[in-house]
Nanobody, 126 residues
Framework: QLQLVESGGGLVQPGGSLRLSCTAS????????IGWFRQAPGKEREGVSC????????KYVDSVKGRFTISRDIAKKTIYLEMNSLKPEDTAVYYC???????????????????WGQGTQVTVSS
């Protein structure tokens, strides 16, 4: 059974940086896509970024392009979300999720993922 554990959240001032980690266990990730989602209080869950483990192709929601970078370390089964120039509107619980994609080289930024982590809180405030 695939399990995901996020870490790296916390409190940061506007303009600061955080790196989130998502570590998988239970399966080989080669045929999966990993997505980062976030949900702020009173708002719907939003796809932030995703990566195809097979191809390395990535996607980002417009609001984080140029500020966030997703990457993968296949040997460590860990996916990172480097977040720079953070804004108060980035405050949310961040979740990573896994979706089996077979031989597809793409990743979806919508909530079609089957496996979810427990989430990590990111708060951007002065």
């Amino acid at each position: 059974q695939l399990q995901l554990v996020e870490s790296g959240g916390g409190l940061v001032q506007p303009g600061g940086s955080l790196r989130l980690s998502c570590t998988a266990s239970g399966v080989t990730l080669d045929y999966y896509a990993i997505g980062w989602f976030r949900q702020a209080p009173g708002k719907e869950r939003e796809g932030v970024s995703c990566i195809s483990i097979r191809s390395g192709r990535t996607k980002y929601v417009d609001s984080v392009k140029g500020r966030f970078t997703i990457s993968r370390d296949i040997a460590k089964k860990t996916i990172y979300l480097e977040m720079n120039s953070l804004k108060p509107e980035d405050t949310a619980v961040y979740y990573c999720a896994a979706d089996y994609r077979g031989f597809s080289n793409e990743c979806p930024l919508i909530s079609v993922y089957d496996y979810w982590g427990q989430g990590t809180q990111v708060t951007v405030s002065s």
